[in-house]
């Protein structure tokens, strides 16, 4: 089908984009591979206004389709924050172990019954000319008590599952099969097929 920009910088999502389009007939490339550097602030208020800013921009750079997404963790104790500022809770500068040891925090004397949370994430696809697609996928689960589990980024290893184990816990395969992004990024390959029938 192509080639497709991966609108994103971020490492731990590049792996699992490229996992989820391996047979997708698209050559997903990143930003680095076509020498594009561009930092795309997030101002958007919604994952789907900052998916859109950073497919747009991305596509407009490499003259080709690109795919962005915005995803975030809902907590409902938390009144569905961090939500669209997952990437950027808390202070400055702070990394995924950082943003996670403080959401634990945050909930810290909360009963399980009440650390009922989503992740959600909204893919954008977009053509050279600029028109967008979007797609939105969302997995829902609960907020442990301690982080476990080598495996995935971000709040994945407090993140549980329905079968008790965290986010972190997960194979590539289990996560992809039943991840927020897994859920969009599907949803995006079948329309793209369906425009190119």
């Known amino acids: 089908m192509g080639q497709l920009v991966l609108a994103t910088n971020n490492a731990g999502k590049v792996r699992e984009f490229r996992r989820l389009l391996a047979d997708s007939g698209l050559q997903a490339v990143t930003p680095a591979e076509l020498d594009i550097a561009l930092n795309i602030e ?12 950073k497919a747009r921009a991305f596509a407009d750079a490499a003259c080709s389709l690109a795919m962005a997404d915005d995803s975030g963790i809902e907590v409902d104790a938390l009144d569905g924050g961090p ?3 997952s990437a950027r809770y ?3 500068g702070m990394d995924d172990a950082g943003r996670t040891q403080l959401l634990l925090r945050e909930l810290h004397g909360i009963p399980d019954a009440r650390r009922t949370a989503r992740y959600r994430a909204v893919i954008a696809i977009a053509d050279a000319a600029g028109t967008v697609h979007l797609f939105e996928g969302v997995q829902e689960g609960s907020i442990g008590h301690e982080t476990r589990g080598e495996g995935g980024f971000g709040y994945d290893p407090v993140f549980l599952v329905g079968d008790g184990r965290t986010q972190a816990e ?10 927020h992004r897994g859920q969009a990024v599907r949803a995006a390959i079948a329309f793209l097929k369906a425009a190119e029938a």
């Open 83 to 85: 939500g669209v500022f």
């Open 90 to 92: 808390g202070e400055p």
């Open 170 to 179: 997960l194979s590539d395969e289990e996560k992809d099969a039943k991840s």
């Open 42 to 53: 997030e101002t958007g208020t919604t994952y789907a206004a900052n998916a859109t800013l």
